[in-house]
Structure formats: structure tokens, C-alpha cells
């Protein structure tokens, strides 16, 4: 069975302020795809990012930045000087290959970026 | 390029009324249709997933049900609704398999069980 961990349900930053949503997953495949969505006020989830299990080179868009750790099993997401049009609920979510199509969520974590 | 909707994207019913959510994708062929739900402020939970016309997987018993009457349409339904219903239901979309997994999201629609 799959699972994945947000341990952080709510996170609360202010405006300028570099910030780490967390992600930890547990699977018994060997090889995975993992997720970042964005969920902001609208409702619509917007996707952000996969990455393969294979590979672990951390990844770098804009603001965003991932750090997958296959060793910890964490897929780790980083703002860097934050937003208010951040603000919104992330989702982490595990693909195991064998898995179809099935994706398992994290609960989500909210964050809030203050002016 | 693909585009997904979902309507109503509010809706207000009282117990015991029947409910229809639908969702249309377009620009695609065969895709793997899913219905999600998220109940206040709780993760999203997979309710209904279809590979194909008429093939429809329920991941959680309930009240609700789903139908693929044409390739690209999905509607969720419920002959009674309970207040337990009430949440923001998501339509998704993946290419068919192979594809690297995913999910493309619906504007969504909130509703409301009074």
C-alpha cells in the first residue's frame, strides 16, 4: 500500500519570507512517480511538478524548487521569497508505476503568505 | 490542446434530492476519467475512476455513482442526497496508458447539502 505524509497542515509566512512544505511517502515499488499540485482559493488543482524515481536531481523553476531524497523517501517542496498569490493548499501525491493510474494524496498542506 | 469542465460549479440541495455532476473533456481521445471529492478543509479522497465507456471503478462505497455514457463525458449522480455529501468534487483526467501519471483537474463544484 501507498501512502503520503504532510505533516504540515498549515504553514503561515510572511510576504518575502523563503518557505519548505514537506513530503514524505512510503511505497514498495521500486520505481515511482511523485507530484506536486497547487490548489489555490479558486478550487482548481494546477499541477506543478512530477518526478521519476530515478531520478533525484533536484529541480529548480522560477521561486520553485523541489528536493527529491530517495534515501529519506521525502519530496520535499521550497518557495523562495514568497508570494501572496502563493498562498493556496498543496498537495503531495505517489504514483507507484504498477499502480495504473491511481495517485495517492497527502492531505495537503495550507499555506498562507502575509503581506 | 485538452480542456476539461465540470458543471454546476455551485450547488445548493437539500437532503433527500437527487444529484448530477457532470464533466466533459475535450481535445483527447480515451481518457482515463476520475471524480474526486473534498470534504472542508480533508485531502482529496478518489470516488470513481473509468478507462473506457461504460467501465466504471468505485474506490468507496457510497450514495453517489458514476456513469461514462459517451468517451469524453463523466457524471457523478445520487438518487438521495445525505449531508454527508456535502464537499468540492473534482473531475480529472490522464491520457491513456502509457502516459507518466498526471491527473489534469476540473474547475470544480461545490456542493452544498442542506
Known amino acids: 500500500a501507498q501512502k503520503v505524509t504532510q505533516a504540515q497542515t498549515e504553514i503561515s509566512v510572511v510576504e518575502k519570507e523563503d518557505v519548505t512544505l514537506d513530503c514524505v511517502y512510503e511505497?514498495?515499488?521500486?520505481?515511482?512517480?511523485l507530484f506536486w499540485y497547487k490548489q489555490p482559493p479558486s478550487g482548481e488543482l494546477v499541477f506543478l511538478i512530477r518526478r521519476n524515481s530515478f531520478d533525484e536531481q533536484n529541480e529548480i523553476s522560477g521561486r520553485y524548487s523541489w528536493n527529491f531524497q530517495k534515501s529519506t523517501s521525502s519530496f520535499n517542496f521550497t518557495i523562495t521569497a514568497s508570494q501572496v498569490v502563493d498562498s493556496a493548499v498543496y498537495f503531495c501525491a505517489l504514483r507507484p508505476n504498477n499502480a495504473g493510474n491511481m495517485l495517492t494524496f497527502g492531505g495537503g498542506t495550507r499555506l498562507m503568505v502575509k503581506p | 490542446s485538452q480542456t476539461i469542465h465540470q458543471w454546476p460549479a455551485t450547488l445548493v440541495q437539500p437532503v433527500g434530492s437527487p444529484l448530477s455532476l457532470e464533466c466533459t473533456v475535450e481535445?483527447?481521445?480515451?481518457?482515463?476519467l476520475y471524480w474526486y471529492r473534498q470534504a472542508a478543509g480533508r485531502g482529496l479522497q478518489l470516488l470513481f475512476y473509468?478507462?473506457?465507456?461504460?467501465?466504471i471503478s468505485s474506490e468507496v462505497p457510497q450514495n453517489l455513482s458514476a456513469s461514462r455514457p459517451q468517451d469524453r463525458q463523466f457524471i457523478l449522480s445520487s438518487k438521495k442526497l445525505l449531508l454527508s455529501d456535502s464537499g468540492f468534487y473534482l473531475c480529472?483526467?490522464?491520457?491513456?496508458?502509457?502516459?507518466?501519471?498526471?491527473?489534469?483537474f476540473g474547475e470544480g463544484s461545490r456542493l452544498t447539502v442542506l
Open positions: 511505497t514498495r515499488d521500486t520505481t515511482y512517480y
Open positions: 473509468s478507462v473506457g465507456i461504460g467501465q
Open positions: 480529472a483526467w490522464t491520457p491513456p496508458r502509457p502516459n507518466t501519471g498526471e491527473l489534469f
Open positions: 481535445g483527447t481521445s480515451n481518457p482515463n
